[in-house]
């Protein structure tokens, strides 16, 4: 199943464009898309085959520390990490949750 994994590192200086775009390039082999132009974090937005969650954000997780070091970034710690499948994207997957809506 394909996975869509959001990381993102976060940091103590105000990283450049060009820096992002080293990110953006590294991550493109993954159907990847980088961001933090002018922020003090650096993200990208990953797509992983795998068969479960913890899969998924363990494979993303390595492709994105080596598009880090490919991109010449700082090794910043992950302060952010979500995964969706292609399942829950396409809103197929019931939510054990009841169905009303809670805005007024």
Do not use: C
Not at 14 to 21: W, Y
């Amino acid at each position: 199943m394909k996975w869509s994994v959001g990381l993102e590192a976060e940091g103590d200086r105000v990283l450049s464009r060009e820096e992002i775009v080293e990110l953006a390039d590294a991550v493109a082999v993954s159907a990847g898309i980088a961001t933090g132009i002018g922020t003090n974090h650096y993200g990208a937005q990953l797509v992983v085959q795998a068969g479960s969650r913890d899969e998924a954000v363990e494979k993303a997780t390595q492709e994105f520390g080596q598009a880090v070091v490919k991109a010449g970034l700082p090794a910043w710690p992950i302060a952010r990490v979500e995964a969706v499948s292609e399942v829950e994207d396409s809103g197929e997957v019931e939510d054990s949750g009841a169905d009303e809506d809670s805005g007024g």
